[in-house]
């Protein structure tokens, strides 16, 4: 027989639905205080990926075995590699025409094979490949105003105004001290597949590190924070390849014009060109 609810018994039925309620209100809030914080999950990182468009087309001589370039006041300055070839000229972007030149010396172990050039100021730098000697000229005269030593092996060379940034080959990238040229951090280079290495010539555009990864047609761009490759532009067919040339290397920026040049070791032409999204 079902049980006669007693004036007592409904209080207490009243009581606990206020209870449960109340505890309902209570703890809804702690279910979401992850919404609450304003914190929001971080977006995956990307690369953009590029093809190119070519905007000009400039002689070069095909003699140069390029290793690092550098276009600043209308003009592009140029590092030569290969042992009794390694040089750095000074070179007029319309014409190709070799305006100043200055062969690297020979060291206790031969020659001199010369890699990236750096400008800042009125000095130009140049590392060497295995040597772990870098040279400094001035940028007027190209007479020497010293050298540097480095622990690695010299790839490529760019600035920030604030820090050198160097490669030596790896997935590794070296800042420097401008003032000092002592290594203030490294960064690693990487993307979504993990170590990019046999970063070679560099170039800092825009908040960014572009650079040559060796024996490719490929450019990356590099966050200088991170690491992370941010994009990786395709240069495959910009240039009708012949017998002597060599592989793509060589970037530099007209940042007064926002213009992008890259060429070869050995290329008969230097390209200006433009990006263009995949």
């Known amino acids: 027989m079902p049980k006669q609810l ?27 205080c992850s919404k609450s914080t304003g914190q929001k999950e971080t977006e995956p990182e990307v690369t953009q990926h590029y093809t190119f468009r070519v905007v000009n087309e400039y002689p070069h001589d095909n003699n140069a075995y390029t290793q690092g370039l550098v276009y600043i006041d209308s003009t592009l300055y140029e590092g030569t590699g290969l042992r009794a070839h390694s040089s750095l000229r000074r070179v007029q972007l319309e014409t190709g025409t070799v305006l100043q030149i ?24 140049q590392l060497t490949w295995l040597s772990k000697v870098g040279f400094i ?14 622990t690695t092996q010299g790839w490529g060379l760019t600035h920030d105004d604030s820090q050198f940034i160097m490669s030596d080959g790896t997935s590794t990238l070296y800042f ?4 000092t040229l002592e ?3 490294t960064v690693a280079v990487h993307d979504t597949s993990g170590a990019v290495s046999r970063l070679n010539e ?8 572009y650079a040559n990864v060796y024996q490719t047609n490929r450019i990356v ?16 067919g910009i240039i009708e390849w012949t017998p002597g040339m060599d592989v793509l290397n060589g970037i530099a920026y007209d940042s ?23």
């Open 221 to 236: 761009r590099i966050s200088p924070t991170t690491g992370f490759v941010t994009g990786s532009i395709d240069l495959t």
């Open 256 to 278: 007064v014009n926002d213009r992008i040049f890259v060429t070869g070791k050995n290329w008969p032409k230097l390209f200006e060109i433009e990006l263009v999204e995949l």
């Open 183 to 185: 290594i203030t951090r």
């Open 176 to 179: 420097w001290d401008t003032a």
């Open 137 to 150: 000229y001035d940028r007027t005269t190209f007479d020497s105003l010293g050298q540097f030593e480095y």
């Open 6 to 32: 007693t004036a007592n018994d409904n209080m207490k039925s009243t009581l606990s639905y206020t209870l449960i309620f109340l505890l309902a209100v209570a703890v809804a809030p702690l279910s979401n």
């Open 102 to 125: 200055r062969n690297l010396p020979t060291g206790v172990n031969g020659d001199y094979f010369g890699e990236g050039v750096s400008v800042l100021g009125d000095r130009i730098f």
């Open 202 to 209: 560099l170039e800092y555009i825009n908040g960014e590190i």
